[in-house]
């Protein structure tokens, strides 16, 4: 059915369809969340890369090599040659081998001390020294189970210390960009779910059948009528008549509440061009609601407030 001309407007903002730059600063606040949240992951993604990179780092051989030839640890997992060098057992009691991961032949007691004679050689990955110890057996003892003698200076203590907690804060700081990457790839997927519900919903009352479109159009034909008329009685009908008709297009379009006040303070402006002309011409509908006719209504207002509503309607090819 052709669409009706609506009664004349008062208000040239009301019945202006909105422009195309309109439309895309009202666009604005759903774009910018879905801005909000891809920044978020990409910053996250970020700072596991860096994070990722600077442990590896540390952990590299330059920095290590580094390490080593300036604060000389006493770790021997450091070194990849110490032959001659004094070491002492660091653990209750060591294990000697006939060979690397071979068959413990014997045992040191926590102290004792020996130089290294060949190593390291690695078995079941693990880096055996081969050492000659003061008293008791010799053989082959695990790297971990030993230490160099030469007692760590205050500097290397701190530096020590300092790659050991940078370790730990790199690893926590990992878990807490990896959460971050999860929350935003969660929101990401939930800002899509509700941006489909809502497109969907929206096209719902574009797409009715046609005969439901008709009927609309009837409906609304009696409201034009009613404005058109030169009693005051009709225009407060006319204006009661298309708050049904909007609280009912609210309905098809899936927003919740006991009212049409409650359903349009549901209502993101993004998702809702026309949100402002709603909820003013719904508020003269209360204030008729609530007077009666004690409330003064010319029909040029009556005019202007139905224009409104044909503002709302129109955006969601309603009429």
């Not at 994070?51 to 997992?77: C, I």
């Not at 290397?156 to 990896?178: D, E």
Request: glycine residues 6%; hydrophobic residues 40%; without cysteine.
């Amino acid at each position: 059915m052709a669409e009706k001309k609506g009664p004349p407007k008062k208000n040239e903002r009301a019945s202006r369809p909105p422009s195309s730059d309109q439309r895309t600063s009202r666009a604005t606040p759903r774009q910018s969340g879905e801005d909000k949240v891809t920044e978020i992951l990409f910053l996250a993604l970020v700072g596991v890369a860096i994070v990722t990179s600077l442990a590896n780092f540390t952990r590299g051989p330059v920095v290590r090599g580094l390490y080593v030839s300036l604060f000389h640890p006493t770790a021997l997992s450091y070194y990849d040659s110490a032959t001659g060098a004094k070491v002492y057992v660091s653990i209750a009691e060591g294990n000697v081998r006939d060979a690397p991961g071979g068959i413990r032949i014997g045992s040191q007691e926590a102290g004792a001390r020996g130089t290294i004679m060949s190593g390291p050689q690695t078995a079941d990955d693990l880096r055996f020294w081969e050492v000659d110890f003061a008293s008791g057996p010799d053989g082959w003892v695990n790297e971990i189970e030993i230490q160099l003698l030469k007692p760590p200076t205050f500097v290397s203590r701190v530096v020590s210390g300092t790659i050991t907690l940078f370790t730990f804060a790199s690893t926590l700081l990992s878990l807490l960009f990896l959460t971050g990457i999860i929350y935003a790839l969660v929101r990401i997927s939930q800002v899509i779910a509700v941006q489909h519900t809502r497109e969907k919903s929206k096209e719902n009352p574009v797409h009715a059948a046609g005969a439901t479109q008709d009927h609309e159009n009837r409906r609304w034909e009696k409201v034009i009528a009613h404005v058109q008329s030169e009693a005051p009685a009709d225009w407060r009908l006319a204006i009661l008549e298309a708050d049904i008709i909007l609280a009912e297009l609210l309905d098809r379009m899936g927003y919740i509440g006991e009212n049409v006040g409650e359903k349009l303070k549901r209502i993101e402006k993004s998702d809702f061009e026309t949100i402002d002309d709603a909820w003013e011409a719904h508020k003269v509908r209360n204030q008729i609601a609530h007077q009666g006719s004690d409330y003064v209504l010319s029909k040029r207002e009556a005019q202007r407030v139905i224009s409104l509503y044909a503002n709302v309607f129109r955006e969601f090819r309603y009429i």
